[in-house]
């Protein structure tokens, strides 16, 4: 069965600095996605960014990107210029491109604080 | 706007009480799920259904039950033999198609919470 493992409970910045959140899974498949997602105080699950297990190029969204690295399964967040509204709880999860596609699995979250 | 609507927003139960969640999504989304989310944990799938009048179970169906008769709804019932109910529960969906791009990403609503009193 497919884990995924987020090693940091809590994470603090300090406005306008990079942060590295990281993430670990472990599957014995070869084709999947990875995801994080962000979960503000109102508890709205926020898509964040994706990526395709078969593209090796890093995915990019504005200030988030990834350090995708297939063959370590590690799969970490980095937040750059760092802003008050991105203070929330971060899920990285994994889902398999075969079979009935019905699960997304997360990791347990971190709670990332920015400080003024 | 398109989007998943979860209802209510706060529910109070008593022992022994069956409830439902109610999860509209107006996305044309064939695929819906429902998880719960304790508080230190990551989400946990209870249920999710891929078309109309069809379900699996997830990782912790028992105590749930569920019901897909219209594409656009998913509710959730929550019986009294689920032993530890308080929890918040949120409601997802997403296409069912392998090949378009957004065909992976599960959209979700702003989810129930849920107390035993």
């Known amino acids: 069965a497919q884990t995924v493992t987020q090693s940091q409970p809590e994470m603090s910045v300090q406005e306008a600095e990079t942060v590295t959140l990281s993430c670990t899974y472990d599957t014995s498949e070869s084709d999947y996605y990875l995801f994080w997602y962000k979960q503000p105080p109102s508890r709205q699950m926020i898509l964040v960014i994706r990526q395709e297990a078969y593209k090796q190029q890093n995915a990019t969204e504005n200030r988030f990107s990834v350090n995708f690295q297939k063959a370590a399964k590690s799969f970490s967040l980095k937040i750059s210029d760092s802003q008050l509204g991105d203070a929330a709880m971060y899920f990285c999860a994994y889902r398999s491109a075969g079979g009935s596609q019905g699960n997304l699995i997360f990791g347990k979250g971190t709670k990332l604080s920015v400080k003024p | 706007d398109g989007g998943i609507t979860q209802s209510p927003k706060y529910l109070f139960r008593k022992e022994g009480q069956n409830v439902t969640l109610s999860c509209e999504q107006n996305l044309n989304h064939d695929a819906m799920y429902w998880y719960r989310q304790d508080p230190g944990q990551g989400l946990r799938l209870i249920y999710y259904?891929?078309?109309?009048?069809?379900?699996q179970k997830g990782d912790i169906a028992e105590g749930y039950s569920v019901s897909r008769e219209k594409k656009e709804s998913f509710p959730l019932t929550v019986t009294s033999a689920q032993k530890n109910p308080t929890a918040f529960y949120l409601c997802?969906?997403?296409?069912?198609?392998?090949?378009?791009?957004?065909?992976?990403?599960?959209?979700f609503g702003a989810g129930s919470r849920l107390t035993v009193l």
């Open positions: 259904s891929q078309i109309v009048n069809d379900f």
């Open positions: 997802a969906s997403s296409r069912r198609d392998r090949i378009s791009s957004g065909a992976n990403v599960l959209t």
